[in-house]
């Protein structure tokens, strides 16, 4: 079966899939694990506020998360997010969220569509902008890191991966925010404006064709 569903083991937990990244040397929002009310008013004295505490499955689209204020009331938020098992999270001040679209194919061999960025409506994708308006030194990175993540996987298929592209005094930097194992929605403009789509690309990855440049 292809992609691998032991890759689900990482993605589909943000604990699991955040050590991942972060193993990789690549960076990511500071975060820590919380159980309990008790654990997570630790690791909010770790992380400090605002943070947003996110359960560590089945969460979408904004679903299982919630922004975590000064004056906020942690047992009441965690009581509410009705789980035994979430992620404390430093609150991103990013100026863009970007999404790599990439394949990798079963000889390792990795093409990616141009960087994509994203922007959101009440948690829901709204509009892509391909490619995303970043220096195309900041957009290799990215491509980059997607590589990396992607192979060290021993991903086949089509995977994207969030990033954020946080302001900096020596300019923009990116942090991975997750990884989606799977065709995505910030990847549907592939249908008109490529020339060959995601979902193509995809089955000539699990396929064994060569990949679209």
Known sequence: VLPNPKVLETTQDRLAEKDFVSKLGIPTAQYADATSAASLRAAIGKIGLPAVIKTRRFGYDGKGQAIIREGDDPDAIWASLETKSAILEAFVP????????????????????????????????????????????????????????????????????????????????????EIAPRVHNSGHWTLDGASVSQFEQHIRAIAGWPLAH
């Not at 863009?96 to 990616?112: P, W």
């Not at 990396?148 to 946080?166: N, P, S």
Request: aromatic content about 8%; hydrophobic content about 45%; cysteine-free.
């Open 94 to 177: 990013f100026e863009r969220e970007i999404s790599v679209i990439a394949a990798r194919g079963a000889n390792g061999e990795v093409v990616s569509y141009d960087v994509t960025e994203n922007e959101h409506r009440d948690h829901i994708l709204k509009f892509s902008y391909a490619p995303a308006r970043i220096p195309e030194a900041l957009a290799a990175q990215a491509r980059e890191i997607t590589t990396t993540i992607a192979t060290a996987l021993d991903y086949v298929g089509v995977l994207a991966v969030e990033m954020f592209v946080v302001p900096g005094a020596d300019g923009p930097t990116l942090l991975v925010n």
